[in-house]
Protein backbone atom coordinates (compact mmCIF):
# COMPACT_ATOMS: atom_id res chain seq x y z
CA UNK A 1 0.00 0.00 0.00
CA UNK A 2 1.23 3.67 -1.07
CA UNK A 3 0.26 6.63 0.36
CA UNK A 4 1.24 10.11 -0.66
CA UNK A 5 0.07 12.78 1.75
CA UNK A 6 0.08 16.86 0.73
CA UNK A 7 0.58 19.18 3.43
CA UNK A 8 0.84 23.28 3.55
CA UNK A 9 -1.87 24.45 1.74
CA UNK A 10 -4.40 27.47 2.87
CA UNK A 11 -5.12 30.95 2.05
CA UNK A 12 -3.14 33.48 0.99
CA UNK A 13 -2.83 37.23 0.08
CA UNK A 14 -1.85 37.77 -3.36
CA UNK A 15 1.73 38.10 -3.85
CA UNK A 16 2.33 35.71 -0.59
CA UNK A 17 3.77 32.81 -0.67
CA UNK A 18 2.87 28.91 0.66
CA UNK A 19 5.27 25.85 0.46
CA UNK A 20 3.94 22.51 -0.30
CA UNK A 21 5.07 19.46 0.71
CA UNK A 22 4.11 15.49 -0.44
CA UNK A 23 5.57 12.83 1.02
CA UNK A 24 5.15 9.41 0.34
CA UNK A 25 5.23 5.90 2.06
CA UNK A 26 4.48 2.62 2.03
CA UNK A 27 6.24 -0.67 -0.03
CA UNK A 28 8.16 1.62 -2.48
CA UNK A 29 10.85 0.36 -4.53
CA UNK A 30 11.87 2.92 -6.64
CA UNK A 31 9.91 6.75 -7.52
CA UNK A 32 10.98 7.98 -11.17
CA UNK A 33 8.97 11.63 -11.17
CA UNK A 34 7.06 13.78 -8.32
CA UNK A 35 5.33 16.37 -9.47
CA UNK A 36 2.49 18.75 -8.52
CA UNK A 37 -0.91 19.03 -10.35
CA UNK A 38 -4.35 21.73 -9.62
CA UNK A 39 -7.57 21.77 -10.65
CA UNK A 40 -9.46 24.93 -10.07
CA UNK A 41 -13.41 25.06 -9.72
CA UNK A 42 -14.66 24.32 -13.80
CA UNK A 43 -11.32 23.31 -14.91
CA UNK A 44 -9.42 20.09 -15.68
CA UNK A 45 -6.48 19.23 -13.54
CA UNK A 46 -3.32 20.78 -15.19
CA UNK A 47 0.52 20.01 -14.50
CA UNK A 48 2.35 22.54 -12.58
CA UNK A 49 5.80 21.00 -11.92
CA UNK A 50 7.52 17.89 -12.00
CA UNK A 51 11.07 16.86 -11.26
CA UNK A 52 12.88 13.26 -11.84
CA UNK A 53 15.00 11.46 -9.61
CA UNK A 54 17.80 13.47 -11.07
CA UNK A 55 16.68 16.58 -10.76
CA UNK A 56 15.33 17.30 -14.18
CA UNK A 57 12.20 19.44 -13.84
CA UNK A 58 9.71 21.09 -15.75
CA UNK A 59 7.49 23.71 -15.04
CA UNK A 60 3.55 24.96 -16.64
CA UNK A 61 4.45 28.37 -18.40
CA UNK A 62 1.97 30.34 -15.82
CA UNK A 63 3.81 29.47 -13.16
CA UNK A 64 7.86 30.16 -14.13
CA UNK A 65 9.69 32.25 -12.62
CA UNK A 66 7.37 32.29 -9.55
CA UNK A 67 7.30 28.56 -8.44
CA UNK A 68 9.76 25.92 -7.64
CA UNK A 69 9.74 22.12 -7.45
CA UNK A 70 12.20 20.70 -4.96
CA UNK A 71 12.96 16.75 -4.21
CA UNK A 72 14.32 14.91 -1.14
CA UNK A 73 15.11 11.39 -2.56
CA UNK A 74 15.76 10.07 0.45
CA UNK A 75 12.39 11.16 2.80
CA UNK A 76 10.67 10.47 -0.95
CA UNK A 77 9.38 13.89 -0.14
CA UNK A 78 8.31 16.49 -3.00
CA UNK A 79 8.29 20.12 -2.46
CA UNK A 80 6.89 23.04 -4.19
CA UNK A 81 7.53 26.74 -2.94
CA UNK A 82 5.43 29.37 -4.15
CA UNK A 83 6.08 33.06 -4.47
CA UNK A 84 4.06 35.89 -5.80
CA UNK A 85 1.31 34.41 -5.81
CA UNK A 86 -1.92 35.86 -7.83
CA UNK A 87 -5.89 34.93 -7.49
CA UNK A 88 -5.88 32.69 -11.06
CA UNK A 89 -3.26 30.44 -8.54
CA UNK A 90 -6.69 29.41 -6.38
CA UNK A 91 -7.18 25.44 -6.98
CA UNK A 92 -6.65 22.28 -5.30
CA UNK A 93 -2.84 21.71 -5.82
CA UNK A 94 -2.37 16.98 -5.96
CA UNK A 95 0.64 15.78 -5.51
CA UNK A 96 1.51 12.99 -8.17
CA UNK A 97 4.43 10.42 -8.19
CA UNK A 98 5.34 7.73 -10.55
CA UNK A 99 6.67 4.41 -8.69
CA UNK A 100 7.34 1.19 -8.30
CA UNK A 101 6.39 -0.81 -5.57
CA UNK A 102 8.37 -3.56 -3.75
CA UNK A 103 7.93 -6.97 -5.90
CA UNK A 104 6.26 -5.11 -9.17
CA UNK A 105 7.35 -4.78 -12.19
CA UNK A 106 6.48 -1.14 -13.43
CA UNK A 107 5.73 1.88 -12.58
CA UNK A 108 2.37 3.46 -11.78
CA UNK A 109 0.74 6.67 -10.56
CA UNK A 110 0.13 7.57 -7.62
CA UNK A 111 -2.47 10.82 -6.21
CA UNK A 112 -2.38 12.20 -3.07
CA UNK A 113 -5.74 13.52 -1.54
CA UNK A 114 -5.30 17.10 -2.26
CA UNK A 115 -4.39 20.41 -0.54
CA UNK A 116 -6.44 23.91 -1.14
CA UNK A 117 -5.03 26.60 -2.12
CA UNK A 118 -6.61 30.24 -2.07
CA UNK A 119 -5.15 33.20 -3.15
CA UNK A 120 -7.21 36.01 -2.12
CA UNK A 121 -7.17 39.73 -0.37
Known amino acids: QVQLVESGGGLVQPGGSLRLSCAAS????????MGWYRQAPGKQRELVADITTGGSTNYADSVKGRFTISRDNAKNTVYLQMNSLKPEDTAVYYC???????????????WGQGTQVLVSS
Open 96 to 110: NAALVVAGAQKYNDY
Open 26 to 33: GSIFSIYV
